[in-house]
């Protein structure tokens, strides 16, 4: 670790610079892969001048309860040589329109004469604030990263400047430590679509996925051994003059940063929240690519074999047995009637059966067919040749105002579901078959997700009771299903195991008790989805 921070600027130090803006994305790879990079033929056909190595180690600077973590921005002193670099970087800085899989950030670079902090350039416009007085009277090393760096810069064409950097080493915080395996990709020039091509190069010659974490941040991870959590939907910032091309790009940047950003979750498996969003977004960039495809035609990842539903389907199983253990068995423990010393050995049947699925579903996150669809997306996305090829009058359709569109898309998802829900006279939904419940469940998920996209572009008063309908009616008819299929484990299960049949009935006849109590609420939920006022 380097030595205590100078709280004064060291003699020669060099005055702040602006901000540099790093658009980068990260490929993680097999160690036995990583060597291989520098030499593929793709890369050495388009690179300019001989990789340069170097050997680099960096510590990173913050107070002992990680309030410049906090703040959003990360401190280091990097040692390159006899050269001492400290720099000051944003985390996790992009908005949330940027690309998904590619990270835009801020970092200011000063030259420092040692390996400690030097206070003085943080005192700079722009930057003082990133740093509080405080805060730098309390900065202590917290983590060190080591690794060889192999440089290249690639020309894939004449406006374009990548720096290929492949790092191999390891960030140590204390006793915890996690390998570096990666290549960066950092745009230096051009449109950000030929970092997803020169991905997809990669990929065609050494497995890759798509890394998620910067190094600061697993450095954090390691430091507080806290796993990484479940990332939220962001909402989606549509406004009024929003057009219906950049609608699409942005619904569908969404849905790929709402799958990249619960990956890490999922892998731990610490949280089973990042596996289900991970399903959301695919859901939702599902009914996005559905939607638009009038105008925007279809990726070519979601033609033959349909790689968005291929990966779902890889998670579904492992998802299943959540719902069961955490939407079944769990509340069922609580009450009073539970057979606890029974149930117990029935949750914990459950666990080892998930197993199986759940480490499918990491293979499969895991998996080259996994990356190869994000990043085919992304640059299907970014490259936006279904906008410059277009015929002139798709092209007219795309530049209109999304707000002049998205109110008949919405009427026309809106009239599916009530079509979908719409029962011979005299008959309820509580009556109607499982079936035609689970019909209107898919209609009213995919409106929900349309309702989504557009909310932005309406009063918030106005969507507010349709939205509320919507998810009881919604929230009703997916506890049905998942009750459905937690009997269908219960099942399966007690047959494959007779010693848990006991606990498996009680769990499945209080679930089913459950249903019936939403199966009775279903006709006055849907009267007033129904008859309630639409907002666009």
Not at 235 to 255: D, F, N
Request: glycine share 8%.
């Amino acid at each position: 670790m380097s030595s205590a921070p100078q709280n004064a600027a060291s003699p020669g130090a060099s005055a702040a610079v602006s901000a540099v803006r790093e658009v980068e994305m990260k490929l993680l790879l097999d160690p036995r892969d990583l060597a291989r990079v520098p030499d593929l033929p793709a890369l050495k056909a388009a690179a300019e001048g001989a990789p340069a190595v170097r050997r680099l180690r960096t510590v990173y600077y913050d107070t002992p309860d990680r309030r410049l973590f906090a703040g959003g921005v990360a401190l280091r002193v990097r040692q390159d040589g006899d050269r001492f670099v400290q720099t000051l970087k944003t985390i996790n800085a992009a908005s949330p329109g940027d690309s998904a899989a590619v990270v835009i950030r801020k970092e200011w670079d000063w030259a420092i004469p040692t390996a400690s902090p030097d206070m003085a350039p943080l005192d700079s416009e722009g930057v003082a604030a990133l740093v509080p007085e405080e805060a730098r009277k309390a900065l202590v090393p917290l983590f060190t990263t080591e690794f060889r760096r192999t440089t290249l810069l690639v020309r894939p064409d004449a406006l374009t400047s990548i720096e290929v950097a492949v790092d191999e080493g390891r960030i140590i915080a204390g006793t915890a430590c996690a390998l570096i395996s990666e290549v960066e990709l950092e745009l230096k020039s051009g449109r950000v679509g030929r970092l997803f091509d020169l991905a997809l190069t990669l990929q065609r010659s050494v497995p890759v996925r798509i890394g998620t974490e910067s190094k600061a941040e697993v450095g954090y991870r390691l430091v507080t051994g806290r796993l990484p959590a479940p990332a939220l939907p962001e909402p989606l910032g549509l406004s009024p003059v929003t057009t219906v091309a950049e609608a699409y790009r942005h619904i569908v940047r969404h849905g790929l940063r709402l799958l990249l950003a619960n990956e890490a979750c999922a892998l731990a498996g610490g949280d089973v929240e990042g596996l289900h969003q991970m399903r959301v977004a695919l859901r939702r960039l599902r009914t996005a690519i559905r939607l638009f495809r009038p105008l925007t035609g279809q990726p070519d990842a979601c033609r033959a074999g349909n790689g968005i539903r291929w990966f779902s389907r890889q998670l579904g199983p492992a998802r299943d047995w959540d719902v069961l253990l955490w939407h079944g068995i769990e509340p069922f423990a609580a009450t009073a009637k539970a057979p606890a010393d029974t149930l117990a050995a029935l949750a914990a049947a459950v666990r080892e059966a998930r197993r199986a699925p759940a480490e499918a579903a990491v293979e499969a996150i895991q998996s080259p067919r996994c990356a190869g669809l994000i990043l085919a997306l992304g640059s299907w996305l970014e490259e936006g040749a279904w906008q410059s090829g277009a015929a002139a009058e798709i092209r007219a359709q795309l530049d209109r105002p999304m707000a002049e569109l998205s109110g008949p898309w919405l009427a026309a998802q809106h009239a599916k579901a009530l079509k979908a829900g719409a029962l011979k006279a005299g008959r309820g939904l509580d009556g109607a078959d499982a079936a035609t419940r689970d019909r209107l469940r898919r209609r009213l998920r995919k409106l929900r997700h349309t309702v989504e996209f557009f909310r932005g572009l309406y009063a918030e008063t106005a969507t507010v009771p349709f939205i509320a309908a919507l998810d009881a009616l919604l929230g009703a008819l997916d506890a049905e299903h998942d009750a459905a299929v937690a009997r269908d484990l219960l099942r399966g299960l007690s047959a494959d195991q007779p010693e848990h049949r006991p606990a498996a009935d009680a769990t499945a006849r209080w679930l089913a008790k459950q249903a019936d109590k939403r199966r009775k609420a279903l006709p006055g939920l849907w009267k007033t989805f129904r008859e309630g006022a639409v907002f666009w």
